[in-house]
């Protein structure tokens, strides 16, 4: 059960970094155009699974993971060609996107099989 609750707390912590590094990213720290991005709306469909995310719901847990996917996606190609404050704010989508998968994948694997064994 401890080890639910830590992923819970983990996938929850890397969802909301996520946003926030992806408004961040694109509103200020290495945007596309001076003066912000439009991209910062990229961070919108990160807030549908919030709510189920927050509260421990296992079928946003099994959902969201695929969302994620394209973050990661994106921030292998942006890793890949370009440069400087970008290249790094680009790793750490990587990184951040990588934590909610696998954390993510593993609290419903645990929950499922927590559930089984009541």
């Known amino acids: 059960m401890r080890r639910i609750v830590t992923l819970h707390y ?4 890397a969802l909301i970094a996520l946003i ?3 408004v ?3 509103g200020w720290l290495a945007p596309l155009s001076p003066g912000g991005s439009i991209l910062v709306v990229k961070a919108i469909p990160l ?8 509260h421990g719901k296992v079928y946003t847990y099994q959902w969201a ?10 921030g292998i190609v942006r890793a ?4 400087g404050r970008s290249q790094e704010l680009a790793m ?4 951040l996107s990588m934590i909610f998968f696998f954390s993510s994948i593993f609290y419903v694997r645990l929950s499922v099989r ?5």
């Open 10 to 13: 983990l996938a929850i912590a």
């Open 20 to 22: 926030l590094e992806c």
């Open 24 to 26: 961040a990213w694109e």
């Open 47 to 54: 807030l549908f699974p919030l709510f189920g995310i927050l």
């Open 65 to 74: 993971p695929m969302l994620v996917l394209a973050y990661f996606g994106e």
């Open 80 to 83: 890949w060609a370009e440069h």
């Open 92 to 95: 750490l989508e990587i990184v």
């Open 114 to 118: 927590h559930a089984r064994s009541r």
